[in-house]
């Protein structure tokens, strides 16, 4: 057999390998209808943000694709395919709607594995005028609803296994460092959280830790985070990762008890990370200023930044207080039907 006539039979399109994929594909349909159910019995309103966006966030470690709009006039300007929905969305809290969510397709470029895919679907959801525990409790329901709607005890991936019906745990993003990696992480911190890369350079070696060259505390606090203290949680039960320093949380409010820390909290099962949600910060000055540093961090590191949205900015001075949430469709997916990688619960896969 040709190279080409046996990539040909084992490509997703293949009659054979869809009829294998098929079920999954169709408890994907199952999750979906189910999550619309829930959004819909919660008065969400659902609503169907463009992906094509002058600005496709503002953060330092994401990656737009890029492309061109050209108008009427054969001229063309820069447009991004967003990295998700969320200026949009705020916009819209700032016209005036109250409770909404998204279910789309969003693009990161650079993201590739098996939790990762360059083209994926995202469940966005906001709640103006309510406490993030609102949405944490969203979070927590969706889990058990996929785990109900397929019909399984547990969410599973690769060995691990989570029991969404259990009480989750909230664990502060300190307490997490302190627990699985022996890390001080507010000693590297100053009391209105600005941070210092030498100090936690110096804690990683004292406990025998590999330091890179760029010590920079945001990229060292990653490489602790995916390395020591991500593959900890989730592990028999939900995991809340809450209180993320203020450095880690560019469109968070922060926390009204502690200004080292913010009101952002990641929601893990089984290792994997699930959700990405906040407080959401509504100071437009302190935003724009936050947009700053990241795109001049994202310029040192990758030699590339991406305009602000000013139109976002200005939406921010009418934006009530507000929570609202990331989470990543595919994953929840994946666990909920136990698939080893995120191409197996997709219709059809990116190209490679």
């Given at each position: 057999?040709?190279?080409?006539?046996?990539?040909?039979?084992?490509?997703?399109?293949?009659?054979?390998?869809?009829?294998?994929?098929?079920?999954?594909?169709?408890?994907?349909?199952?999750?979906?209808?189910?999550?619309?159910?829930?959004?819909?019995?919660?008065?969400?309103?659902?609503?169907?943000?463009?992906?094509?966006?002058?600005?496709?966030?503002?953060?330092?470690?994401?990656?737009?694709?890029?492309?061109?709009?050209?108008?009427?006039?054969?001229?063309?300007?820069?447009?991004?395919?967003?990295?998700?929905?969320?200026?949009?969305?705020?916009?819209?809290?700032?016209?005036?709607?109250?409770?909404?969510?998204?279910?789309?397709?969003?693009?990161?470029?650079?993201?590739?594995?098996?939790?990762?895919?360059?083209?994926?679907?995202?469940?966005?959801?906001?709640?103006?005028?309510?406490?993030?525990?609102?949405?944490?409790?969203?979070?927590?329901?969706?889990?058990?609803?996929?785990?109900?709607?397929?019909?399984?005890?547990?969410?599973?991936?690769?060995?691990?296994?989570?029991?969404?019906?259990?009480?989750?745990?909230?664990?502060?993003?300190?307490?997490?460092?302190?627990?699985?990696?022996?890390?001080?992480?507010?000693?590297?911190?100053?009391?209105?959280?600005?941070?210092?890369?030498?100090?936690?350079?110096?804690?990683?070696?004292?406990?025998?830790?590999?330091?890179?060259?760029?010590?920079?505390?945001?990229?060292?606090?990653?490489?602790?985070?995916?390395?020591?203290?991500?593959?900890?949680?989730?592990?028999?039960?939900?995991?809340?990762?809450?209180?993320?320093?203020?450095?880690?949380?560019?469109?968070?409010?922060?926390?009204?008890?502690?200004?080292?820390?913010?009101?952002?909290?990641?929601l893990y099962a089984c290792g994997v990370e699930l959700a990405n949600g906040f407080g959401e910060l509504t100071d437009a000055d302190e935003q724009r200023t936050r947009f700053i540093a990241e795109m001049a961090e994202k310029e040192r590191i990758y030699g590339?930044?991406?305009?602000?949205?000013?139109?976002?900015?200005?939406?921010?001075?009418?934006?009530?207080?507000?929570?609202?949430?990331?989470?990543?469709?595919?994953?929840?997916?994946?666990?909920?039907?136990?698939?080893?990688?995120?191409?197996?619960?997709?219709?059809?896969?990116?190209?490679?």
């Open positions: 057999m040709s190279h080409s006539k046996s990539l040909q039979a084992s490509a997703w399109w293949t009659p054979s390998v869809h009829a294998d994929r098929r079920p999954i594909l169709m408890a994907r349909n199952r999750i979906e209808a189910a999550v619309r159910g829930y959004l819909a019995g919660a008065d969400f309103v659902l609503v169907d943000p463009p992906g094509l966006q002058r600005s496709p966030g503002n953060e330092t470690h994401l990656h737009a694709f890029g492309t061109q709009m050209i108008g009427n006039d054969g001229v063309g300007e820069p447009m991004y395919l967003h990295t998700s929905p969320e200026f949009t969305m705020k916009k819209l809290l700032a016209a005036g709607e109250t409770r909404i969510a998204s279910l789309g397709h969003v693009w990161r470029n650079r993201e590739r594995s098996a939790l990762h895919h360059p083209e994926f679907t995202m469940l966005e959801w906001y709640r103006a005028g309510e406490a993030y525990d609102a949405i944490i409790a969203d979070c927590v329901a969706l889990l058990r609803l996929a785990a109900q709607t397929t019909g399984v005890a547990m969410l599973r991936y690769k060995s691990f296994e989570c029991d969404p019906f259990a009480e989750p745990e909230r664990l502060s993003v300190v307490d997490a460092f302190a627990r699985y990696a022996g890390i001080d992480l507010f000693a590297s911190m100053d009391a209105d959280g600005v941070t210092d890369g030498d100090v936690l350079a110096q804690q990683m070696l004292e406990l025998g830790m590999a330091v890179p060259i760029d010590r920079s505390w945001s990229y060292l606090f990653s490489l602790i985070l995916t390395d020591k203290v991500e593959p900890q949680l989730g592990m028999g039960r939900i995991t809340v990762l809450d209180r993320y320093p203020a450095a880690e949380a560019a469109l968070a409010r922060r926390a009204s008890d502690d200004r080292r820390v913010s009101e952002r909290f990641e590339e930044r991406y305009p602000i949205d000013e139109d976002f900015l200005a939406a921010l001075a009418l934006m009530p207080e507000a929570s609202g949430v990331a989470l990543g469709f595919d994953r929840l997916v994946m666990l909920a039907t136990a698939a080893p990688r995120i191409e197996a619960v997709l219709w059809a896969p990116v190209a490679q």
